[in-house]
């Protein structure tokens, strides 16, 4: 681009300029075709070719104007934060319930899917996560709550398939009150390996990773000071995937197993 343009000389002029480097995008085109499909004036076209030529985006050719390598990078570049803003204003309400300084990637909500919650079936977006772990090979899990019945049940009865991989983070408050009253689950089941667990003090969101035969999904759990969730994050992207393997490499890696939490409790 030319030597002495800025980052932010690049960003505005793309963001500006995006309707004709996108139709140049398709194969070049004369001046009076992209003041007719772009319906704007002479004078106006005249400029953004301008403006765009001294950042080495577009380039004239026999055909008029096509775009260079490094227009193609910035229009690439330009659709990606564009995608990623969008996904950012559509998550907003989700992520207010998150600590400013928790680290949420845009790998994550980058077109993301939203599992709202129903008035009358605040379980609701639970039961699509249930019934894909219902078919999983492997969980990998971070929780701060007990949101279902369901999820106790669902556990009880696949720890003891073999071909089940289960690895849970739980926080410190949930663990002491499933050991008290669900002992069967975390008790005997983590101590004789077929689940393990792993305690932390706390945790800023609930996380699952569930893979099964044909696919891998992440679910991503804000919420409030009360446990309170006001929706899940869903996303099956390759990107968001890695993001939340090592989120729970991170909180696995400072978590104690459940066996010397259980001990600590009872002492």
């Not at 080495?56 to 990623?84: K, M, N, P, W, Y």
């Amino acid at each position: 681009m030319g030597h002495s343009s800025t980052g932010d000389d690049v960003l505005q002029t793309v963001a500006k300029r995006s309707p004709l480097l996108e139709h140049l995008d398709d194969g070049p085109a004369t001046k009076r075709e992209l003041i007719a499909v772009l319906d704007c004036s002479r004078s106006t076209i005249d400029r953004a070719i301008r403006e765009l030529e001294a950042l080495d985006c577009i380039r004239r050719c026999e055909d008029g104007f096509r775009l260079t390598v490094a227009g193609r990078l910035a229009l690439t570049a330009h659709r990606r934060s564009r995608q990623t803003f969008e996904s950012i204003s559509r998550t907003s309400d989700l992520l207010r319930e998150l600590p400013t300084e928790t680290p949420i990637s845009t790998d994550l909500i980058r077109d993301a899917t939203l599992l709202e919650v129903p008035a009358h079936a605040p379980n609701e977006p639970f039961e699509e996560i249930i019934e894909l772990i219902d078919r999983a090979e492997r969980l990998r899990a971070i929780a701060a709550a007990d949101r279902t019945p369901a999820f106790r049940r669902q556990f009880r009865e696949r720890a003891i398939d073999d071909a089940f991989d289960v690895e849970l983070v739980v926080t410190e408050a949930l663990a002491r009150v499933t050991l008290t009253d669900h002992a069967d689950l975390l008790g005997d089941g983590a101590l004789e390996g077929e689940i393990d667990v792993y305690t932390v003090p706390t945790v800023p969101y609930e996380l699952s990773i569930v893979e099964t035969p044909t696919e891998s999904v992440v679910y991503v759990v804000p919420f409030d000071d009360d446990l309170t969730y006001r929706g899940v994050i869903r996303n099956d992207s390759t990107a968001a995937l890695e993001w939340a393997h090592d989120a729970f490499r991170r909180y696995r890696a400072t978590a104690r197993p459940i066996s010397a939490f259980d001990q600590r409790a009872t002492d």
